[in-house]
């Protein structure tokens, strides 16, 4: 749809597909981080029996574009031993590759940045850039502390994209296919059709996917929140420990780059697994465009409980970070290793039984 | 080809966010396992004990506060047990009750802080605001008391330097009632959460016998299954008139002496804290608090050593007096510096993140080790 209208508008099939990729950027994600910042000091605040922010604006509601401003008018620090070059590419690949996700992700009917087959796969990938992004940045800080946190984000993001893609697959299997437009327009609208609750198939399969499907958003969604080094497993960045990590030695701008890209990426994991296991974009009760007949309507509905699922999540995380103590690197490793792959595996191979079988 | 490994030196401190204040600690690493661990103190010296020589007796109370400054109450209390001793003053019984009120909120008030900081370690950090937040009720009890929240220079030799606020007892009682569900709160939220007990369960553990070794006292000392408490031990004060236990470590999460433990500890020296407090609250008798104070401290030639159960454990003061207004020597036995060195023995063989844990843990402040 939007598609349609800036071809025409543009007249050039590249240009149109390269603003739209960009329009989930501009329109969504920049002022979604901003916001998403604030939420966490709320929340964080309101937890902690305290208010959070109240200064800049009515609540504290401009407090994030104060401390952008401030953050971009702060000198850009540089120590002579760190590695210019590489030190300079961190933050923009990081902050690349978290934002990259969003263009493959179906926020309603007719808003999708690349409406692209390999969705998802395409999304695992681009974030799996982020790893080479925070390597190098705790590579190039020539500082011991970003070294150790920029390791331990390395093994610990890799060890946890084979659980996440391992449920993928999973999900792959029941709805067959990659494409995550046609994986939210799978399930189709009522929470029933979710496949938390066993997608639309019936009879004997939905009632033995019902238990497999809800072990693998716990799954999934611990996985993800390992990815995006969230508390309890926000041990590469352990204040405690290793000041902060990979961006130890940041400031300015660059810092927020990371900063930002946290943020994109606590959005970005909440809504792959909103897509996956909650219906996507589709409405749990029936749309209203349907019932008055303003079809209109309806995108813009979808668009509501999209980002409302996605900000649940985000929330979730949030509330998880102010609840709860950090792992150790070797537990969490271990429950990796230990627990959440042979999980998947055993849940993988269930499901493809059902699927052949039934 | 063999592939070369070496050794990490890591300099953590003395600009941490972990340290507790500034301690340096050098950690030599194969990965993250420690080596060896190698502690560097003195950026808070201050010359407290040789400072003290220039004082007059009562002049150097207010130095004893910035020693340890989350037990300032105590090391007055200690500083003062030492010099009525040395100076066989028989101090009132009101005023040994407001001793010991004070004392044990301050205890309370410092195990607090030691036990946010350390969730705070871990990585929790609503557990640290939810105890500064109850902490705040205290300083709020010293300040209408002395007027001070911080550095009080309250209890004086012989007396305290004001009688208790009127409204004092309501408000403490009020305090206690608040702040049982709060301690429970606590529990839930960080003593027995899965992930707490993983980290600290089965890490550090200091045995008995190396506990004694090393001279470790309090809380530590307690968590190694030893049962060994000043106030019960050595009795000062009116300690004697009170009912209350003495925990000790049991092992229940992981191993008798391990980390859990001595955080264990400190969570319920503050439930028999508040029994001494009550029971303080409902004996105290009434009388002048300043009528011991003697007016011109001049103690007569002689050494003693006292000793009494800070937070963090024995606090001692050895006086010698030559008789004149000064003290000729101060020297103290700081809890927290003797405690501090068995952390290169706890420390070796586990990973970065638990040294974290287990320096909170011992809970050290570092203007007590550094005086």
Redesign the interface.
């Known amino acids: 749809m939007i598609y349609d209208w800036l071809h025409s508008m543009t007249g050039s099939a590249i240009a149109a597909a390269i603003i739209q990729s960009l329009l989930p950027l501009f329109i969504f994600i920049l002022p979604f981080a901003l916001f998403a910042v604030l939420l966490e000091r709320k929340v964080s605040g309101h937890m902690q029996d305290r208010l959070g922010p109240m200064r800049v604006g009515y609540h504290g509601i401009f407090q994030t574009i104060a401390d952008i401003i401030k953050l971009i008018q702060k000198e850009d620090i540089v120590a002579t031993e760190n590695d210019r070059r590489f030190f300079d590419l961190s933050p923009i690949l990081v902050f690349a590759g978290s934002y990259a996700a969003f263009a493959a992700i179906p926020f309603s009917g007719a808003f999708i940045g690349s409406n692209i087959d390999l969705g998802i796969v395409y999304i695992i990938a681009v974030t799996g850039l982020v790893v080479a992004g925070i390597l190098m940045g705790g590579w190039a800080s020539n500082n011991k502390y970003s070294l150790l946190g920029a390791m331990r984000a390395a093994a610990q993001i890799i060890s946890y994209e084979i659980p996440t893609l391992l449920i993928v697959v999973t999900v792959i299997m029941i709805t067959g296919t990659m494409n995550l437009f046609t994986i939210s327009e799978w399930q189709t609208q009522y929470f029933w059709n979710w496949l938390i609750l066993g997608g639309p198939v019936f009879g004997t399969a939905k009632l033995l996917l019902i238990p497999l499907m809800i072990i693998s958003f716990l799954i999934i969604f611990l996985s993800t929140l390992a990815e995006v080094n969230r508390t309890p497993f926000d041990i590469p960045e352990a204040e405690s420990e290793l000041v902060s990590g990979y961006h130890t030695e940041y400031s300015g701008m660059k810092f927020a780059m990371f900063f930002l890209a946290e943020y994109a990426n606590m959005f970005a994991v909440s809504a792959v697994v909103a897509t996956l296991f909650f219906g996507g974009f589709q409405s749990p009760v029936g749309y209203l465009g349907n019932t008055f007949g303003a079809k209109w309507l309806i995108p813009i509905e979808q668009f509501f409980w999209f980002t409302s699922k996605g900000l649940f999540f985000v929330f979730v995380q949030m509330w998880l970070r102010w609840t709860l103590p950090r792992f150790r690197v070797d537990q969490l490793m271990a429950f990796c290793w230990k627990y959440l792959i042979p999980f998947a595996f055993v849940i993988l191979i269930l499901v493809g039984l059902i699927t052949v079988l039934i | 080809m063999a592939l070369k490994t070496e050794e990490?030196v890591?300099?953590m401190g003395p600009q941490?966010?972990?340290t507790h204040g500034v301690l340096r600690l050098e950690l030599v690493l194969d990965g993250?396992l420690i080596e060896d661990v190698i502690p560097h103190i003195g950026y808070l010296h201050r010359c407290f004990e040789k400072h003290s020589e220039a004082m007059t007796y009562p002049q150097v109370i207010p130095y004893t506060d910035r020693m340890d400054y989350l037990a300032s109450m105590y090391n007055e209390f200690g500083y003062a047990v030492a010099m009525e001793r040395l100076m066989n003053i028989e101090v009132p019984e009101r005023v040994q009750y407001i001793r010991v009120i004070m004392g044990e909120f301050q205890r309370i008030a410092s195990h607090l802080v030691a036990l946010g900081t350390y969730?705070?370690?871990?990585?929790?950090?609503?557990p640290f605001?939810?105890c500064f937040?109850d902490r705040e009720k205290i300083l709020n009890l010293f300040e209408i008391t002395c007027g001070a929240r911080l550095l009080y220079n309250y209890i004086w030799i012989g007396g305290v330097s004001h009688d208790l606020h009127p409204d004092f007892i309501r408000l403490a009682r009020e305090f206690i009632i608040e702040f049982r569900p709060n301690l429970k709160e606590l529990n839930d939220?960080?003593t027995f959460?899965q992930?707490?007990i993983?980290?600290t369960a089965n890490v550090g553990i200091l045995p008995a016998e190396t506990a004694i070794n090393y001279g470790i006292t309090g809380p530590n000392l307690r968590a190694s299954g030893v049962n060994w408490d000043l106030r019960r031990n050595d009795p000062y004060s009116i300690y004697d008139k009170f009912e209350f236990e003495i925990p000790i470590g049991k092992g229940e999460k992981g191993t008798t002496g391990d980390c859990w433990d001595r955080y264990y500890m400190r969570v319920c020296e503050m439930e028999e804290s508040l029994k001494i407090i009550e029971q303080a609250l409902d004996q105290i008798p009434e009388g002048d608090v300043s009528s011991a104070i003697p007016k011109r401290v001049k103690p007569p030639v002689g050494q003693i050593y006292a000793r009494v159960e800070n937070p963090r454990g024995e606090l001692g003061y050895f006086i010698i007096s030559d008789g004149s207004l000064n003290p000729y020597r101060i020297k103290v036995r700081a809890p927290s510096f003797v405690n501090l060195e068995v952390l290169g023995e706890l420390c070796k063989g586990h990973?970065?993140?638990?040294?974290?844990a287990i320096l909170g843990s011992i809970d050290i402040v570092l203007g007590e080790v550094d005086r």
């Open positions: 990490m890591l300099n941490h966010p972990s993250e969730g705070a370690d871990i990585g929790a950090f609503t605001l939810f937040r939220l960080l959460n992930i707490f993983d980290r990973l970065v993140a638990d040294v974290v």
